[in-house]
């Protein structure tokens, strides 16, 4: 019987990696099919009352919309709104005008630009626009995505201010603080040496480390230093933006204080490409790129003054807030929407006052507003029905069933593993956040029959949903349509896989090390 509940309580999951990984159908579709699966089999099988199966839905879509939804809806608004400005074409000739030199462009572009809109906005456009600059420098296509998928191999667990890591720590009740410090730890040696992954990519050999190495370095832990401390004393909304600056900016200065390679096969080749480089730096004054910055200025400014670091404002603001019932079946907690104090909201307000600024007018606010919305509606029917699934499947009996199986399989073991199931969460679903959804609960089951501690094994399968992201069909999808690639799919898969791979098993050496000192 064990075996038998064991598969039944999987059918929801492997309908989803069939569905997206083989049948090739969009998410949109495939996870409302899920949901119905998980909703037949809890009300048959596991004997869940109806109305507590509604219930249960009913949570899940409410933590979909609020906060997830509208962070997510917000933070693609952002940046929509700087593309109608012009202001992003600004940005793009501000971090093209540092160097000549293609291996620190891409650290800078790749890396430290790619984490930071990541950490904005996430859904593809770490991907997206950085390889699509990275193109118009005239970098090889195929390199340029491979590497661009790699750099976002470790942002994404802080993606969309934070909200994988949020909605991790909202759905299992565990600290989001304490949730976003064991997540970082786990990442920190992924993130030293992923910049070093991309320079290789991009030189196809390790001989291209040779001149650059400390700047790679640096730049390595000028990401992962500051997103540590930020994770410690400020939560999972700011980790990532503020690693990004802070790499971006440390990998600016070296490049400015050495800014002649030696290495001149790695140099931008024609005088087409030397000339954008010039003209970066020439027509871009510091007062446009401020002004071009800053509705991601006033994002950082607002989320900062509205944390606990500043407890007055933090306090005051966070008192606004609706307590529900939502659950009805046993063990149900209230559910808090909090209406001012909540990334989504802020990030609008800033996103409407920059653009002001910029010389947007309410009209065209309103109708890239409008656009965003349209624009997102299959992400938003994929989140509801996947966090709904969630809920059920958590609230039946399912996931426990799955988690105890877990145990009497891999026994001790399993934090080795724990970061490979939250990867598979990734590929299947495309988003980090789905990926914590599904299997977050799992992790924290598992880790209380394994008597581990739950944050650690949630904060592993962050891990791992964010290492998913380089293989996510979705997020190559996404980097072949930036590049004018597509067809080469399955080729950028294969190359990016080893590197994947590569990371799954120091996450998971990682994850086992550290259950085994707690």
């Not at 209230?334 to 007018?361: N, S």
């Not at 509606?377 to 399912?398: D, E, L, N, Y």
């Not at 980097?479 to 998971?508: H, P, Q």
């Amino acid at each position: 019987m064990k075996l038998l509940a064991f598969v039944l309580a999987l059918l929801p999951i492997l309908w989803l990696m069939l569905a997206l990984g083989v049948l090739k159908k969009p998410a949109f579709k495939a996870c409302p099919i899920a949901l119905a699966a998980a909703i037949l089999l809890a009300l048959t099988y596991w004997k869940m009352p109806v109305k507590d199966c509604v219930t249960g839905g009913l949570e899940g879509v409410a933590m979909a919309i609020w906060p997830v939804s509208l962070v997510i809806i917000a933070a693609v608004f952002t940046y929509n709104l700087c593309i109608a400005t012009g202001s992003m074409e600004k940005i793009k000739k501000v971090l093209t005008g540092v160097s000549k030199d293609r291996r620190i462009l891409l650290l800078l572009i790749g890396w430290g630009f790619g984490g930071f809109l990541e950490g904005m906005a996430g859904f593809g456009t770490a991907v997206a626009i950085p390889a699509g600059i990275l193109c118009g420098l005239g970098f090889s296509p195929i390199p340029a995505t491979v590497a661009c998928l790699v750099a976002n191999a470790t942002p994404t667990a802080f993606g969309s201010v934070g909200i994988p890591t949020v909605t991790l720590a909202q759905l299992t009740e565990i600290s989001q603080g304490s949730l976003a410090w064991n997540t970082t730890v786990q990442l920190l040696p992924l993130i030293l040496i992923t910049p070093f992954v991309m320079v290789i990519i991009e030189g196809k050999s390790v001989r291209a480390l040779k001149g650059i190495w400390p700047i790679t370095l640096a730049s390595g832990i000028a990401f992962a230093v500051p997103e540590l401390l930020a994770a410690k004393f400020l939560g999972a909304e700011l980790p990532v933006i503020i690693g990004s600056v802070c790499s971006m900016a440390v990998t600016i200065l070296m490049a400015r204080k050495n800014p002649q390679s030696r290495e001149k096969e790695y140099l931008i080749g024609n005088k087409k490409q030397e000339e954008i480089c010039q003209e970066s730096e020439n027509r871009i004054t510091i007062a446009e790129a401020v002004k071009a910055c800053i509705p991601f200025i006033l994002i950082f400014v607002f989320l900062l003054l509205t944390s606990s670091m500043v407890p007055p404002l933090h306090d005051t603001l966070g008192k606004i807030k609706t307590v529900v019932q939502i659950y009805s079946g046993k063990g149900g907690t209230p559910y808090t929407f909090t209406w001012v104090a909540t990334p989504g909201v802020l990030i609008l307000l800033a996103a409407v006052i920059g653009g002001k600024i910029q010389g947007a007018d309410i009209s065209l606010i309103g109708k890239v507003f409008k656009d965003t919305c349209g624009q997102m509606w299959k992400t938003v029917v994929t989140i509801m029905s996947i966090m709904a699934m969630a809920k059920i499947m958590s609230h039946s009996g399912m996931i426990a069933e799955i988690a105890g199986m877990l145990v009497t399989l891999t026994g001790d073991f399993y934090p080795a593993a724990a970061p490979f199931v939250g990867a598979i969460g990734t590929f299947v679903t495309g988003s980090g956040t789905s990926a914590n959804v599904l299997f977050g609960g799992l992790q924290v089951e598992t880790a209380g029959s394994l008597g581990l501690d739950p944050c650690w094994l949630a904060g592993a399968n962050t891990v791992g949903a964010t290492i998913g992201k380089m293989i996510s069909p979705q997020s190559i999808a996404i980097g072949t349509a930036a590049t004018a690639t597509v067809g080469n799919e399955s080729k950028i898969l294969r190359k990016v896989m080893k590197y994947c791979a590569i990371f799954i098993v120091i996450a998971g050496c990682v994850a086992y090390a550290g259950s085994r000192m707690r």
